[in-house]
C-alpha cells in the first residue's frame, strides 16, 4: 500500500522560504508517475501548486511559478516543495499526492488521477 | 489556464435524498475529470476518475458523467457519511485546476 507523508516547519516568517518534503513507502518515485503539491488555505478550496515527474520535470501553476520549485530526490523516495517570499496569503495545509494513471479508451492516452494523499501538513506565515 | 466552476456552491440536503453537481470546464477536457469528497480535517480521497468510472471501494450509489465541458455528480440515497465538501479537478492539461467545490450539508 502506498503512503505519502509531509514533514517540514509549521511556521515561516514573512518574507521567508517554506520547505516541505514528502516521503514516499509502497512506491518507488522512479516509476512513470507525477507527484503533486496541493494546498487550502483555511476555510478555502484545493490549489494545484504544481508536480514533478521522475526524470525531473515540472509543471507550476502560473500563479505560484515565480516563487515554487518542486524537486525530487529518488535516492531517498522523497519529493519537495520550496516557495519563496512566503506572505500570509501563503498559510494553508500542503499536501502531497500521487498522481496515478489510467488509459481512457474514448481518447486513446493516458489519464491522471490523484489517488493516494498525504495526510497534510499545516504550514503558518507569521511573525 | 482551463477554469473549472462547481454548481451549487452550497447543497442542503436530507439522508434518502438525490443529489447532483455539476461542473464545467473552460474549455474541453475530453473525459479527464476527476471527483474527490473531502470531510473537515481529512485529505480529500478519490471518488471518480475518467468522468465516469468508480474508484474501488467507493459505493455505488456515486456516479460520475458528462464529457468535454459539462460534467455531473450524483449521490443517489444520500447517506450520513456523505455529507462532505466535494471538488472536480481537469488533469487534461498543466495546471491541473480545482473547481471551487460544493458541500453539501444537512437540511
Known amino acids: 500500500q502506498v503512503h505519502l507523508r509531509e514533514s517540514g516547519p509549521g511556521l515561516v516568517k514573512p518574507s521567508g522560504t517554506l520547505s516541505l518534503t514528502c516521503v514516499v513507502s509502497?512506491?518507488?518515485?522512479?516509476?512513470?508517475?507525477?507527484w503533486s503539491w496541493v494546498r487550502q488555505s483555511p476555510g478555502k478550496g484545493l490549489e494545484w501548486i504544481g508536480e514533478?515527474?521522475?526524470?525531473?520535470?515540472?509543471h507550476y501553476s502560473p500563479s505560484l511559478r515565480s516563487r515554487v520549485a518542486i524537486s525530487i530526490d529518488t535516492s531517498n523516495n522523497q519529493f519537495s516543495l520550496i516557495l519563496n517570499s512566503v506572505t500570509a496569503a501563503d498559510t494553508a495545509m500542503y499536501y502531497c499526492?500521487?498522481?496515478?494513471?489510467?488509459?481512457?479508451?474514448?481518447?486513446?492516452?493516458?489519464?491522471?488521477?490523484?489517488?493516494?494523499w498525504g495526510q497534510g501538513t499545516k504550514v503558518s506565515v507569521s511573525a | 489556464d482551463i477554469q473549472m466552476t462547481q454548481s451549487p456552491s452550497y447543497l442542503s440536503a436530507s439522508v434518502g435524498d438525490r443529489i447532483t453537481i455539476t461542473c464545467r470546464a473552460s474549455?474541453?477536457?475530453?473525459?479527464?475529470l476527476n471527483w474527490y469528497q473531502q470531510t473537515p480535517g481529512k485529505a480529500p480521497k478519490l471518488l471518480v476518475y475518467?468522468?465516469?468510472t468508480l474508484q474501488s471501494g467507493v459505493p455505488s450509489r456515486f456516479s460520475g458523467s458528462g464529457s468535454g465541458t459539462d460534467f455531473t455528480l450524483t449521490i443517489t440515497s444520500l447517506q450520513v457519511e456523505d455529507f462532505a465538501t466535494y471538488y472536480c479537478?481537469?488533469?487534461?492539461?498543466?495546471?491541473?485546476?480545482f473547481g471551487q467545490g460544493t458541500k453539501v450539508d444537512v437540511k
Open positions: 509502497g512506491a518507488s518515485l522512479t516509476t512513470s508517475t507525477w
Open positions: 474549455q474541453t477536457v475530453n473525459r479527464f
Open positions: 514533478i515527474y521522475h526524470s525531473g520535470t515540472t
Open positions: 475518467g468522468a465516469s
Open positions: 499526492a500521487r498522481g496515478g494513471h489510467y488509459f481512457d479508451s474514448s481518447s486513446g492516452s493516458e489519464g491522471s488521477v490523484f489517488d493516494t
Open positions: 479537478q481537469q488533469t487534461h492539461i498543466a495546471p491541473k485546476t
